[in-house]
């Protein structure tokens, strides 16, 4: 998502660099090409032209800092400018004082209501509480199955209606859920609830009597980022009908402008602050509106690429590194091997890359890249002897020949794996010299 947005205001910016001043005339030019990068990108008119405004008196007002040259300046000025319209700084679930914590989802059908329970609830649990997840929505057929199996794989205990008892009302449901959660000693509840295909005054009003009864603490609007300008009128309604508190963007791994999406946080007041990124339990993220707006002026979210690592590199094996460092044990293939491992469960690497500051130039290189490189890898180490994993300087080329036969690679793919790990293992070296915890030596490509 987002990419052709990236590329156009990357390009926009290109048009800046070597200018040693800004005329008026090169300022509405500029401001000119991010409008209409931002309306071909389906961000809502109205937050365009806030947003070119405010851009074209600050650049031309040029906060005047000796630091930036002045394309560098207008970046700065439109990441800003971004980071409002996002919403501003991060915002954090609220906890209730006396729990439960009530979380309810409100939203269209088909959303990612249900899915995001399950995303919510495991990452609820990993933070140490202990979440109930409700199944109010007794619209869809299935809905309270999805939710019970959603709730299995994340680790999450389930409330759903007793079944036979006819269709129910989702109401009490939604009540009793509550009230078993007070029972039972959960500190959080997340209550999922009905959609329709389209907004109708029914499910407006049902969606507005659990929150009467539940009186949540946050009222999160999922919406489904590959909607379009819908997006924001659904945003509007829910907003009216049933009052929010922040919104979640959903399927942000999708290939939609997405823009309509980044328009939800301005136009209804409220902030983003989740976003799902795919069908699977893990993908999904706490919003960084600054971030986010690095990430789609290309400058990189370094920060939640960290955070990933560190997320997938084993914890325990990270440790066991980190102590035989410690004691001057060097760094050696087989380490190198379990860190490019641990790469493979950061999701897509593609994904992961595409955080990298800069990347945008890359992205059709990006897009030839192969997972199987890793395996590619994974084969050449294992055709090693453990002697040759620990001391590479031993790899003379006979032994480098008959290593690439074992692994069905050729000489040369050996040899540059070895130039490879010799960087990574240069870098951790440095690292023990400064003191750093180690990282993730030499990224594949
Ligand atoms: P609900 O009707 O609002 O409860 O929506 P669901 O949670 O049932 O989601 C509808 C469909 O969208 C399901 O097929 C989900 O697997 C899928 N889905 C949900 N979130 C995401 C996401 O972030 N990315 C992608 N690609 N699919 C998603």
């Known amino acids: 998502m987002f990419s052709s947005l990236s590329d156009r205001l990357s390009a926009t910016f290109k048009g800046l660099r070597g200018k040693g001043r800004l005329s008026e005339a090169d300022v ?3 401001v000119r ?6 309306l071909d990108a389906d961000v809502a008119l109205p937050v365009v032209r ?5 851009v074209r008196e600050r650049a031309l007002s040029a906060e005047v800092s000796g630091a930036l040259n002045p394309a560098q300046q207008v970046v700065k000025i439109v990441h800003e400018e971004l980071v409002g319209v996002l919403g501003g700084q991060t915002r954090r679930l609220r906890f209730a004082k006396n729990p439960p914590t009530v979380i309810m989802l409100a939203g269209l059908q088909g959303a990612g209501k249900t899915t995001l329970a399950g995303k919510l609830g495991r990452w609820l649990r990993e933070q140490g509480h202990a979440p109930l997840l409700v199944a109010a929505d007794l619209q869809r057929p299935n809905a309270v199955t999805q939710l019970q199996v959603v709730g299995e794989r994340a680790g ?3 409330f759903a209606p007793e079944p036979g008892n006819g269709v129910g009302d989702p109401v009490d449901v939604a009540r009793r859920g509550v009230a078993a959660a007070r029972e039972r000693q959960h500190d959080v509840v997340v209550v999922d609830t009905a959609g329709r295909l389209g907004v109708d005054a029914e499910m407006m009003q049902q969606a507005a009597d659990i929150r009467a009864a539940t009186e949540p603490d946050e009222v999160l609007f999922v919406v489904d980022a590959m909607i379009g300008q819908d997006a924001v009128v659904t945003a509007q309604a829910f907003l009216d009908g049933v009052d929010l508190t922040g919104v979640v963007l959903s399927k942000l791994d999708g290939d ?3 823009g309509a999406a980044l328009s939800v946080a301005s136009v209804t007041g409220r902030p983003v602050m989740f976003a799902s990124t795919g069908e699977g339990l893990g993908d999904f993220e706490v919003f960084h509106p600054d971030r986010m707006a690095s990430r789609i002026l ?10 990933q690592a560190e997320k997938a590199f084993d914890a325990e094996q990270a440790q066991d590194l980190a102590t035989r460092f410690a004691s001057g044990e060097d760094f050696t293939l087989d380490d190198f091997l379990t860190q490019m491992q641990g790469l493979r469960n950061m999701g897509s690497i593609k994904k992961m890359l595409g955080m990298l500051p800069g990347m945008g130039e890359l992205r059709e290189q990006l897009e030839s890249f192969d997972e199987r490189e890793i395996d590619r890898i994974e084969a050449i180490v294992r055709s090693m002897t453990p002697l040759e994993r620990r001391s590479p300087k031993v790899l003379n080329g006979s ?12 000489v040369t793919d050996v040899n540059q794996l070895l130039d490879r790990f010799a960087d990574a293992q240069k870098m951790m070296r440095s690292m023990r010299k400064g003191g750093g915890m180690p990282g993730l030596g030499g990224l594949p490509g």
Do not use: H, N, P, W
């Open 28 to 30: 509405d030019a500029t």
């Open 33 to 38: 090409e991010i409008r209409r990068a931002l």
């Open 50 to 54: 806030q947003f070119a405004a405010s």
């Open 156 to 158: 999450v205990a389930v």
């Open 256 to 258: 939609a402008r997405g």
């Open 298 to 307: 290309d400058m990189g979210d370094v920060l939640t690429l960290i955070e």
């Open 399 to 410: 032994r480098r020949a008959r290593i690439a036969k074992g692994s069905g690679r050729t």
